[in-house]
């Protein structure tokens, strides 16, 4: 299960976390006194209390509002949360939190710091069920939909997978940038999320080919559903690993020896989790088209160097949408000095 990197999980907590102030919660209510109903005895007041004057409940506990904390007390939970060092220290006091507050308007935010926490520890149970935990209350939150979409694929919950990418596909689409953010680390952060939704997608039609292959002889429309979305997610992020491996294994299957060649000397070539595996594979492929294997450390090399090359010029589009600061002015360069006016 893929972990999100310090980026992405900064990107996580600005996109899907409350920003509020503490004169944002709401005021708490003070009850109206009741009139004096005809015939019925007036109350004795309560020692302290002088007479004639009424009775002062305790202020009301202000509504539930997701996103908002309910009391001083919560605020100050949420703050030492965010204040936290790492995940895992944010991770327990979120478990802290949760115990405290079942009914604070943060719980969704807490679930959602568990869901991250248990995602770097892969365990994928309990990463998933914050992660539902999260979607109950903020249903179009891109981040847990794209990341529980990927994990339902490589589970091989399929159904899940396609339910989850496809909502995190129309979420993203309505979803701001966040005003911190510049728009080429935005568009590199969209993309791994989107990039993410398209190979949950793939790896679900790659799960949907194996469980009902097509018979001999007819097209498998899983596996050219699988090649479109993993296609889709390389090219949004060139660095995905696990998109080349998976579609090295749809061109295998589809008696395309070259193409899948390539996809698994890329996956092999980032180093990434998909790595081992797809050494594997490439070994056998490559086996079987070349009947050799002497030119497979070179076929890994040649990937690299295209992989590097997507990468980069991906970054250098990304550094084109940043804003470009005005160069210092060099004194005396292409102005005259405006002389001092005469006595």
């Not at 309560?46 to 539930?64: C, E, L, M």
Request: proline fraction near 10%; charged fraction near 20%; aromatic fraction near 6%.
């Amino acid at each position: 299960m893929k972990s999100l990197t310090c980026a992405a999980l900064l990107l996580a907590l600005n996109l899907a976390c409350p920003v509020w102030a503490q004169d944002q919660q709401p005021a708490p209510q003070t009850p109206q006194t009741q009139p004096q109903q005809p015939g019925v005895a007036p109350t004795t007041p309560p020692q302290g209390t002088q007479p004639g004057q009424a009775t002062q409940p305790p202020p009301a506990k202000p509504p539930r509002v997701v996103g908002q904390p309910q009391s001083q007390d919560e605020l100050n939970a949420w703050v030492a949360i965010e204040q936290a060092a790492t995940i895992e220290e944010k991770g327990k006091l979120a478990e802290d939190f949760l115990t405290k507050f079942p009914e604070s308007g943060l719980t969704p935010f807490a679930h959602q710091l568990l869901a991250f926490h248990y995602q770097q520890q892969n365990n994928f149970d309990k990463f998933a069920f914050h992660a539902e935990k999260t979607l109950e209350e903020v249903p179009q939150n891109p981040i847990m939909l794209s990341a529980l979409s990927a994990a339902y694929a490589q589970k091989g919950q399929a159904d899940k997978a396609i339910d989850k990418a496809q909502k995190c596909l129309q979420a993203l689409q309505q979803v701001p940038k966040p005003a911190q953010i510049g728009e080429g680390e935005w568009m590199l952060q969209k993309d791994q999320l989107t990039a993410d939704a398209h190979y949950a997608l793939g790896v679900a039609h790659v799960t949907k080919y194996q469980q009902a292959p097509a018979p001999s002889g007819q097209t498998d429309t899983n596996l050219i559903k699988a090649g479109e979305e993993l296609s889709k997610a390389i090219e949004l992020d060139p660095s995905h690993d696990r998109a080349y491996y998976h579609l090295g294994f749809v061109f295998a299957k589809q008696n395309n020896g070259e193409k899948a060649i390539e996809n698994y000397a890329r996956a092999v070539a980032l180093g990434g989790p998909a790595q081992s595996l797809a050494r594997d594979q490439l070994q056998r492929v490559y086996q079987f088209v070349y009947k050799n294997t002497d030119g497979l450390e070179q076929a890994i090399t040649n990937q690299r160097a295209y992989v590097e090359k997507q990468v980069a010029d991906k970054r250098a589009r990304a550094q084109s949408l940043q804003p470009q600061q005005p160069a210092p002015a060099q004194p005396g360069a292409g102005t005259q000095a405006t002389p001092p006016p005469q006595p």
